[in-house]
């Protein structure tokens, strides 16, 4: 089975630093996926991580700490915008389908 | 299609009424899943096909949900005497290949269900 542990809420200022993290445990790995999903709105694919390191991808970058079990998605210069679910989902061997975590709601505030 | 599409985006069922969701993927996409996802929670996995193979439902909650893809294209996710519980989002996915490592899942807006 999957576990995966990240906080339930964050609240952020309009123009700071957030660091959004997620632990997790999986039979195997195959990879880890950020998604953002805005209230109401699908899931959007954010970032992909399958070795370890920091994935730059404009404000957003995605590190990944396979020994550790260990994932986080940092976001620069938050704006309002950004107020979201982000969900962490490790990927690991023998499932084909994704297994998300519930999800960090994030609240930036002016 | 562009993306993945979802109908009805709105359901109100009467408890004890059966519901058929539907679920168009972006065309060519191999792989197809369906989730649940209660408010405030994470999407929790429900079923996935290849294709028209039905690969796993070890995800569905009860013998009354049910799901079929016989074309491998349109899927239908079935839930029968609807129950309170059932209230949730239901999302619909699809990706290119049939394995995840480096590959991009792409959500539908899913199917919002409340059983009254």
């Known amino acids: 089975g999957q576990n995966i542990d990240q906080p339930t809420e964050m609240t952020a200022t309009e123009g700071a630093i957030v660091q959004i993290n997620c632990t997790y445990q999986t039979s195997g790995f195959n990879g880890l996926f950020w998604y953002q999903q805005h209230a109401g709105e699908a899931p959007t694919f954010l970032s992909y991580n399958v070795l370890d390191g920091l994935e730059e991808k404009g404000r957003f970058s995605s590190f990944l700490s396979r020994s550790k079990g260990y994932s986080y998605l940092l976001l620069k210069e938050?704006?309002?915008k950004d107020?979201?679910?982000?969900?962490c989902a490790p990927a690991g061997t023998?499932?084909?389908a994704l297994t998300f975590g519930s999800g960090t709601r994030l609240q930036v505030q002016p | 299609g562009a993306g993945v599409s979802q109908s009805p985006r709105y359901k109100v069922a009467k408890r004890g009424q059966d519901v058929a969701l539907r679920c168009d993927p972006i065309s060519g996409h191999v792989s197809l899943f369906w989730y649940q996802q209660a408010l405030g929670q994470g999407p929790e996995f429900l079923t996935y096909f290849q294709n028209e193979a039905q690969l796993d439902k070890s995800g569905l909650p009860s013998d009354r949900f049910f799901a079929e893809r016989p074309e491998g294209s349109v899927s239908t996710l079935k839930i029968q005497r609807t129950q309170q519980e059932d209230s949730a989002v239901?999302?619909?996915a699809s990706s290119r290949a049939g394995r995840i490592s480096g590959n991009t899942i792409y959500f539908g807006e899913g199917s919002w269900l409340t059983v009254v």
Do not use: D, I, N, T
């Not at chain 1, 107020?83 to 969900?87: E, G, Q, R, T, V």
């Open chain 1, 94 to 96: 023998g499932r084909r």
């Open chain 1, 83 to 87: 107020s979201a679910s982000y969900l």
């Open chain 2, 90 to 92: 239901y999302l619909c």
């Open chain 1, 78 to 80: 938050l704006q309002m």
